[in-house]
């Protein structure tokens, strides 16, 4: 079984240019999660999705970025403008959504985002 | 808010010691705590997770204690072997929707 993936791996782009960080959760899960981990500090939740719906984007940090998951399956978290502050890795987590909330979450490799 | 802190933020040891990281949350109704570990390039793999129901959990030589009147966990390992080194993150979740709110980190290096 696929795990979570994420693209792309890396990217480095400059200051008010957009960037789009694409995941593709475990087949079949219902959770997806998006986190950020900057800078060496704690990994932070920015949001929650429930299929198509987002359950809870009270970790979305500012109106400059847009999570989607059109379908249900991949989702996608754009950034635009960029800041320097976005640079960060940016994890994608899935679960299945059939046992609660206490489900173990799934995580992707991550995205390296540098804002320069 | 919630709050989970996490010590120490790097920690060393010999190959065969034990190592322990200490966590503590500050929201009361959080009732799931899972311990990942981060291997560099790849993303947290859940090691083990412990429920409030229960106040110890092992599996080989990983095992999580739990206070919830304290309101701390711990990761226990034992024999630990260089392959252990990485960066273990503690978290804490309760019933609305899931999320995981994480500790800071802690460097684990296991030295030969």
């Known amino acids: 079984e696929a795990g979570v993936t994420q693209f792309p791996s890396h990217s480095v782009i400059e200051k008010g240019q957009t960037v789009t960080l694409r995941c593709d959760p475990i087949?079949?899960?219902?959770?997806l999660y998006w986190y950020r981990r900057v800078m060496g500090k704690e990994i932070k939740f920015l949001l929650h999705?429930?299929?198509?719906?987002?359950?809870?984007e009270s970790g979305m940090p500012n109106n400059r970025f847009l999570a989607e998951r059109t379908g249900g399956t991949y989702s996608t978290l754009k950034v635009q403008p960029a800041e320097l502050e976005d640079s960060g890795v940016y994890f994608c987590?899935?679960?299945?959504?059939?046992?609660?909330?206490?489900?173990?979450?799934?995580f992707g490799p991550g995205t390296r985002l540098l804002v320069l | 808010g919630e709050n989970v802190e996490q010590h120490p933020s790097t920690l060393s040891v010999q190959e065969g010691d034990s190592a322990v990281i200490k966590c503590t949350y500050s929201?009361?109704?959080?009732?799931?705590f899972p311990w990942y570990k981060q291997e560099l390039g790849k993303g947290p793999q859940l090691i083990i997770d412990?429920?409030?129901?229960?106040g110890e959990k092992k599996d080989q030589r990983i095992a999580v204690t739990l206070n919830k009147t304290a309101k701390h966990f711990s990761l226990h390992i034992t024999e630990t072997q260089p392959e252990d080194s990485a960066v273990y993150f503690c978290a804490a979740s309760y019933n609305q929707g899931g999320k995981l709110i994480f500790g800071q980190g802690t460097e684990l290096s296991v030295k030969p």
């Open positions: 087949s079949g899960h219902d959770n």
């Open positions: 999705f429930v299929k198509e719906s987002k359950q809870d």
């Open positions: 929201d009361s109704a959080s009732n799931y």
């Open positions: 412990i429920r409030s129901n229960v």
């Open positions: 987590a899935s679960s299945p959504g059939t046992s609660g909330p206490q489900e173990t979450q799934y």
